[in-house]
């Protein structure tokens, strides 16, 4: 799901809320949901580069 995301174009500002949309769910959803707890920044950016997945807003889908 995040890969999805990622390769979503963010060219335009409907394409960029878009994609930024898609990353918060896949990460509200599917890493929240998998740890059982609340997701902050900092997990986002670890969890992204543990899984090799290109640098994003580490604060899309977390919790403040």
């Known amino acids: 799901q995040m890969q999805a995301a990622i390769a ?3 060219m335009t500002p409907m394409q960029i809320a878009a ?3 898609a990353l918060t769910a896949a ?3 599917t890493l929240a949901n998998a740890a059982n707890r ?3 920044p900092q997990t986002v950016k670890l ?3 543990l899984l ?3 640098p994003t807003n580490p604060r899309l889908g977390a919790t403040p």
């Open 8 to 10: 979503m174009p963010a």
């Open 19 to 21: 994609r930024n949309e």
């Open 27 to 29: 990460r509200a959803v």
């Open 38 to 40: 609340l997701v902050t």
């Open 47 to 49: 969890v992204d580069q």
């Open 52 to 54: 090799g997945l290109p």
